[in-house]
């Protein structure tokens, strides 16, 4: 198996990573404690970080319950500028030389701040994150997602700054939040919009509801990704003899090359998958799907990159060369322009892992 050290080395590129879901712990604290904010169950950093880390067990719904403090501490400009730098310099940290990062403005208004304003101070704390991860050593790009909430009304509003600030470190849109009884349909005005505005969109499927939310995604949204999309595995059949037959959404999926944001960790402890080592991710890659790894929510799901990469070469016996088969997935499936994206896949993602091979090789 591929040592830590090295796992921890390789470059890394992330689809689908919340803001206000990998928080660091004391930052939650500080800011509360600056902000009058006394809503959290635990007020020292080791009893708060073991809540986080297990009161997510159970469900999806369970799970999303704990995003109420951290978004309760993202109010302020200097909140989200300080959330999203860290959040830039932590990825860098752990090897991610690209990441698209995903938040819901519409939850940041509490103290009166407009859209505009949360936008511009996340797009500008990604920033200020980037450079002081490049004086670290360590380089990095960020593209945001503007996530809308699928349980509100606000998602034209959102497509349409979207496409605002997409020059200005926007390069796509998201709906997120309960996915049961909340179809990406009832927000199609917004897909409607961003199709015409030639934006890029994914949408939140196929996490906690099964095949008809990708259905939908797909064939009504016209979803470019699927953010989860780890119940494709329910229009799989593995048969008696070992061989494999695809439903006709599943076959549709994979001939599309439609791209599944899979997040393991997540799924495990959301009950989408019952282990790591049973997480679908390892039929799909070996069925070739267009399959890429991610984190969620580090903070709730206790989790990086390189945990998630080594968690899969203990379940798989994975290597360098399918470490770099999902690093190259994602990076193609990324919302930035062509011409970045091959720029990223041969000037570093491709000698990073030569690099790795080589040293291995000799020793």
């Given at each position: ?10 470059p890394?590129?992330?689809l689908?990573d919340?803001?206000?879901g ?7 604290l ?15 950093e080791?009893?708060?970080?073991h809540w ?8 999806l ?9 951290t ?6 400009p200097e ?41 511009e101070?996340v797009?500008l704390?990604?920033q ?7 004086s670290?050593g360590?380089t990095i ?14 998602s ?22 309960k ?31 099964g ?30 003899d070992g061989?494999?037959t695809?439903g006709?959404?599943a ?15 997540s ?16 039929l ?27 968690e899969?070469c ?6 360098l ?10 990076m ?10 091959l ?5 570093v ?15």
């Amino acid at each position: 198996m591929l040592s830590a050290d090295i796992i921890k080395r390789v470059p890394k590129v992330l689809l689908h990573d919340h803001l206000d879901g990998g928080v660091r712990v004391a930052t939650i604290l500080e800011l509360a404690h600056q902000q009058g904010y006394t809503a959290l169950p635990f007020d020292n950093e080791p009893e708060l970080t073991h809540w986080f880390h297990t009161a997510v067990q159970g469900s999806l719904e369970i799970y999303l319950e704990t995003f109420a403090h951290t978004v309760g501490v993202m109010q302020t400009p200097e909140a989200l500028q300080r959330v999203a730098s860290e959040c830039a310099q932590d990825l860098a940290a752990d090897g991610v030389v690209y990441a698209e990062v995903r938040f819901a403005p519409e939850q940041h208004m509490q103290q009166g701040l407009s859209l505009e304003d949360i936008i511009e101070n996340v797009l500008l704390g990604f920033q200020q994150g980037e450079s002081a991860a490049r004086s670290a050593g360590n380089t990095i790009r960020i593209g945001t997602l503007l996530d809308a909430m699928r349980m509100s009304d606000r998602s034209m509003e959102i497509a349409e700054l979207v496409v605002k600030y997409r020059d200005k470190g926007v390069v796509g849109f998201d709906i997120a939040g309960k996915e049961d009884g909340f179809p990406p349909s009832e927000h199609i005005e917004a897909f409607d919009y961003l199709r015409r505005a030639n934006a890029h969109y994914t949408i939140h499927a196929g996490e906690a509801y099964g095949l008809p939310s990708i259905w939908e995604a797909i064939q009504i949204c016209g979803a470019e990704r699927l953010g989860h999309g780890v119940r494709i595995v329910d229009d799989i059949t593995v048969n008696a003899d070992g061989s494999v037959t695809l439903g006709d959404l599943a076959s549709y999926v994979r001939d599309r090359r439609i791209p599944l944001e899979l997040c393991p960790k997540s799924n495990v402890d959301t009950h989408a998958a019952p282990s790591i080592a049973e997480h679908p991710i390892g039929l799909l890659r070996k069925l070739n799907f267009r399959v890429t790894v991610n984190t969620d929510n580090r903070l709730m799901s206790d989790t990086s990159m390189t945990y998630e990469m080594t968690e899969l070469c203990k379940a798989f016996d994975y290597g360098l060369r399918d470490l770099e088969w999902l690093t190259i997935n994602a990076m193609k499936s990324a919302f930035i322009p062509f011409d970045e994206r091959l720029s990223i896949i041969n000037s570093v993602i491709k000698p990073g892992y030569a690099k790795l091979k080589s040293e291995i090789e000799s020793n």
